[in-house]
């Protein structure tokens, strides 16, 4: 297979979750699995229930050699674009793990400047045990930023719509105003922000 290479000990898997949402940071993570400890079930964190995907959070957590998170803010998604933002995520993530891999393992049909050997794998995150083990802890640190946001707006729905342009988001938005989380550039805020002449 294209992701297996006798050669290389430290694979790391890199995802991301939250390009779509219209508030808070994109999230990445990072991780190189122990060969001598399989976690059984890593697959695509979207395939899993959100009490799974706590379960396998910890265990990766556990028996991961390491792991680490990455991130771009709100106002540098709006400066970078979504794109940019979300490979300096990546790009963080794999600078933050305590190893240095030897090959990097992307989720998606592109990879960025690591300074190490990458590789981008469309449906890595079903294929790539690495990439699996990345996308659950990324979805898990992003949906408890949201559980919080929640906490903090309730009024917006977040726990529930996680921050994705659905039709109660956007009627929140209309009812309550734009908070300062929400990225200003994606074209349903900036429309808001446009029709309350800010």
């Known amino acids: 297979m294209l992701y297996q290479r006798p050669d290389v000990q430290l694979i790391c898997g890199v995802d991301e979750v939250g ?3 219209l508030i808070g940071a994109v999230v990445t993570a990072a ?3 122990d060969p001598n400890k399989p976690i059984a079930g890593l697959t695509d964190s979207k395939k899993l229930s959100e009490k ?5 959070a910890e265990l990766i957590k556990q028996n991961a050699l390491c792991w680490a998170l990455g ?3 709100p106002a540098e998604i709006d400066q970078l674009n979504i794109l940019h933002a979300t490979m300096l995520a990546m790009r963080r993530a794999v600078a933050a793990l305590s190893i240095k891999p030897e090959w990097v393992l ?3 049909n592109r990879t960025t400047d690591f300074g190490l050997p990458a590789t981008a794998i469309v449906k890595g995150d079903l294929l790539v045990p690495e990439i699996s083990a990345a996308s659950i802890l990324a979805k898990v640190a992003r949906d408890t930023e949201m559980h919080a946001l929640h906490q903090a707006y309730p009024d917006y729905g ?3 719509h996680k ?3 659905t039709a109660a988001h956007l009627a929140a ?3 309550h105003g734009v908070l300062s989380e929400h990225r200003r550039s994606f074209k349903p805020v900036r429309q808001m922000l446009e029709q309350q002449g800010v």
């Open 158 to 160: 977040f726990a529930a």
């Open 52 to 56: 799974r995907r706590r379960e396998l």
């Open 173 to 175: 938005i209309g009812v």
């Open 31 to 33: 991780v190189i699995l």
């Open 106 to 108: 992307v989720d998606g």
């Open 19 to 21: 390009r779509g949402p």
């Open 163 to 165: 921050g994705y342009p």
């Open 71 to 73: 991130r771009a803010e």
